[in-house]
């Protein structure tokens, strides 16, 4: 547990200070009675001081450590943090390498209270985008849907959308910038709407057929499909996404962690207003 350094220090703290006036009386006249000190005792009183210094540097090594530490969370939060150590410590003033590979973290449990909407939940509630599928994608040919298709630029990407699901990224792209503008600037996407069947069925739509999704990476890197694995700055986007009611693709059971798509809660929410 991470509580455990400010414990040593709060004891260290306490105990230097009888410590040192010990040492200090020791090496005095009156702490020997105006008797001089033999060797082995002036050895042993050296020994004692290196070890004050030593334990004085210590004390001020995790006094830098502990002040690092996020406040609140308890002591399962701070030991989530030790294991981003490696990741977050870097030299003051470089840039954070936001297209780093690293492990997903629980990856089942990130989208924890959302629901995937799928594509026979879509295909019930705003019907089929087109009816003739390919593996290729095509246009949206559904009138009411393609109404509400938009194509513009949203962020720092230039994409085709429902318009709910533009509105929604805007949300998500002005908070990113405002959190932090170095990742906003180095999103790019890999696509948004396609119109198509999922390769390997006959008819099955994705949420891409709807312009409810869009796949993101950074600095134009694709991201390994299935590895478990995925770039530094989509885990701090992700949290972003959830916010606004996404589903990220790592927590899939085939892991697609540059995508992001509408939850069945949001589609719910957007019908019920009358947006789709």
């Known amino acids: 547990m991470r509580v455990l350094p400010a414990i040593i220090i709060a004891v260290a703290l306490m105990l230097l200070p009888g410590i040192w006036f010990t040492l200090r009386w020791v090496l005095s006249d009156e702490g020997f009675e105006g008797a001089a000190v033999d060797s082995t005792a002036r050895i042993e009183i050296e020994m004692l001081r290196q070890q004050i210094e030593d334990l004085q ?7 830098s450590e502990v002040a690092r530490l996020p406040l609140g969370g308890g002591a399962a939060a701070l030991d989530d943090v030790d294991g981003e150590r490696a990741i977050w410590d870097q030299t003051p003033g470089t840039e954070l390498d936001y297209a780093q590979v690293v492990l997903i973290a629980d990856r089942l449990n990130v989208n924890q209270g959302l629901q995937v909407a799928g594509g026979s939940y879509l295909s019930e509630k705003l ?7 390919n593996d290729d994608c095509q246009p949206m ?13 949203v962020g720092p990407i230039r994409i085709s959308m429902l318009q709910p699901a533009i509105t929604s990224l805007e949300v998500v792209f002005e908070n990113i910038r405002s959190a932090d503008p170095d990742l906003y600037n180095r999103i790019n996407t890999a696509g948004s709407l396609c119109v198509r069947r999922i390769r390997g069925t006959q ?6 057929s709807y312009g409810l999704a869009v796949d993101l990476n950074i600095d134009g ?4 499909f299935t590895d478990g694995k995925t770039q530094l700055g989509l885990t701090i986007i992700a949290d972003f996404f959830h916010d606004e009611g996404w589903v990220w693709g790592a927590g899939f059971r085939r892991e697609d962690s540059m995508h992001f798509e509408i939850s069945r809660r949001q589609l719910d929410q957007w019908l019920a207003e009358g947006k789709l």
Do not use: C, F, Y
């Open 57 to 63: 540097g210590r004390l001020s090594e995790l006094r």
């Open 127 to 133: 019907g089929r985008p087109r009816e003739d599928l």
């Open 141 to 153: 040919t559904n009138p009411e849907l393609k109404a509400k298709l938009v194509t513009q630029q």
């Open 203 to 208: 008819n099955s739509l994705s949420t891409h």
């Open 221 to 224: 890197k694709l991201d390994n």
